[in-house]
């Protein structure tokens, strides 16, 4: 089923509660989501999680900018559906990894490109591009592919200002262009079903949400503390870098703008002055505190082997090749003792928001926790939400029998592989499927929503600089 006929099956939902249908109405909706019957499973929501495949009547021919991490992640649905995508253009200023996306994708000499800016200096010649370069690098591609006529396949963030971003909107509608964000928990089937749980009126009136997204202590370490994300001027403020997904949920989720913003937090930990004594510069320089220390680089890569896709390491996970390249450049910046890097980023951030409609939401973002996965609890007028990322449970105040939402993602083989809980590929099909029909209605993450979750993120980080509260 695509898109469109999902929102149809669910558009009398919709429509009862728009059409303001507050007790009978919102009862009747419900039951076209639970079954009668239904035992404590919320899992037979009538919500299919769509296949993958996806639904085009041709074949979208994209270029990827960018063929590091996230570039793989939307070559790879090419691969997986070659009938719907096929990579005809690289762009990569890392010669190695434009050459291996490349040549998986059999790109042609004259189509295999280093800095970004050179795609644009032949005639277009594909449907769209995606930009998954780095954050400071998404404004000036982006702009570029419009003005050609390319559709964008944009990461987030959108761009590293509010400025930038509003420009780019306006680009898009100028052109008349289909811009997808890469607000992936959008299309992961547990932010769905919650959503859909909101919409069918089930816990009553939405009142207030509280949100936080656990970064997980290595990965804090990893990414916001040696890593790309490090430095708030040279990407984005960690509020957009991490945290803009969780913005467009809540937004998302609680289905009014956002009118106010109040933020806090700073970077407590990652700082010379907490450097243990004797120290070195570098994990790999001897630390007398490596086997006790929990953000050793030496620990997180070769013994707990997390996020090595910075490494280049071609599946080969050897402790001594993995520690070979800590000791090599560029790679040997992630060996750095996590006290002496040249990062600035919070690692502890609150933030309280209010919407146009009375609800409130309080969002945290937390450094100092053993997991990962957002945590989301919904207060509602007749029912409550709780949920930890994978499953969530439903407490109807009137039945006082909780349902639980479990159904894993990962035991439909082809969204295997498909990270942020299904949703990578989700999206990918998605704009392919909107690109190949010109249509971008079939996407939830239009650059228009998006824009605003973004603008709620630079209010944030406007507020926590400078303790007022901040209109959006
Ligand atoms: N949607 C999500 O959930 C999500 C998750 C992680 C990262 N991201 C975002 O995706 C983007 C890419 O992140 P990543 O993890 O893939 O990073 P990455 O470093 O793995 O990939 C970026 C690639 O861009 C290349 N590059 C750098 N400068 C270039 C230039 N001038 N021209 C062409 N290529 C250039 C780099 O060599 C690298 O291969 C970032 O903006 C990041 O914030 C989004």
């Not at 289909?178 to 992936?184: E, K, L, S």
Request: with cysteine; net charge neutral.
């Amino acid at each position: 089923m695509i898109r469109r006929d999902f929102l149809k099956t669910i558009g009398a939902v919709t429509a009862g509660a728009a059409a303001g249908i507050p007790a009978s109405g919102a009862q009747a909706a419900k039951s076209l989501l639970f079954q009668d019957g239904d035992d404590n499973s919320l899992n037979d929501l009538t919500l299919p999680i769509r296949s993958l495949r996806p639904q085009v009547d041709r074949q979208v021919s994209v270029i990827v900018i960018g063929a590091g991490s996230r570039g793989n992640v939307y070559a790879r649905y090419a691969e997986a559906w070659p009938f719907a995508m096929k990579v005809v253009g690289v762009s990569d200023i890392l010669e190695h990894r434009c050459r291996k996306m490349s040549d998986i994708h059999g790109v042609p000499a004259e189509h295999r490109f280093g800095d970004w800016s050179e795609v644009f200096k032949v005639p277009k010649f594909a449907d769209a591009v995606v930009i998954s370069t780095p954050d400071d690098l998404h404004y000036a591609p982006c702009m570029k592919a419009l003005a050609m006529g390319y559709d964008v396949l944009l990461e987030k963030p959108v761009a590293q200002t509010e400025k930038e971003c509003k420009a780019i909107l306006a680009q898009a509608h100028k052109y008349n262009r289909i811009v997808a964000v890469c607000h992936v928990l959008r299309y992961a089937p547990y932010f769905i079903a919650m959503r859909e749980v909101v919409r069918s009126g089930a816990i009553g009136q939405l009142v207030s949400v509280q949100h936080m997204e656990p970064i997980q202590y290595a990965h804090m370490a990893h990414s916001y503390v040696r890593g790309n994300w490090r430095d708030s001027k040279a990407t984005t403020p960690i509020i957009l870098a991490k945290s803009c997904h969780d913005l467009d949920i809540l937004r998302w989720i609680i289905d009014s703008p956002c009118k106010s913003i109040v933020a806090d937090g700073s970077l407590h930990l990652f700082k010379p002055e907490n450097a243990p004594e004797g120290a070195p510069l570098k994990c790999t320089d001897g630390c007398p505190h490596e086997s006790t220390c929990p953000y050793s680089a030496i620990d997180i890569y070769t013994r707990k082997k997390a996020h090595l896709n910075v490494f280049d390491l071609d599946g080969n996970r050897d402790p001594e090749v993995i520690m070979q390249r800590l000791l090599t450049p560029p790679y040997d910046s992630y060996a750095r003792c996590v006290y002496h890097c040249d990062n600035d980023q919070p690692d502890h951030y609150v933030s309280e928001m209010v919407f146009e409609g009375g609800q409130t939401a309080s969002f945290s973002m937390e450094a100092f926790a053993p997991y990962g996965g957002r945590r989301t609890r919904i207060m509602g007028t007749t029912g409550y939400i709780e949920g930890d990322g994978t499953q969530f449970t439903l407490w109807d105040f009137r039945t006082r029998t909780p349902k639980v939402w479990n159904k894993k993602v990962s035991d439909i083989p082809e969204y295997r592989g498909s990270g942020h809980g299904g949703g990578d590929h989700a999206l990918a099909r998605d704009f392919v499927e909107a690109v190949a029909a010109q249509d971008p209605s079939r996407l939830s993450s239009t650059i228009d929503v998006s824009i605003e979750s973004h603008v709620m993120g630079f209010a944030a980080e406007r507020s926590r600089r400078s303790g007022r509260k901040e209109k959006v």
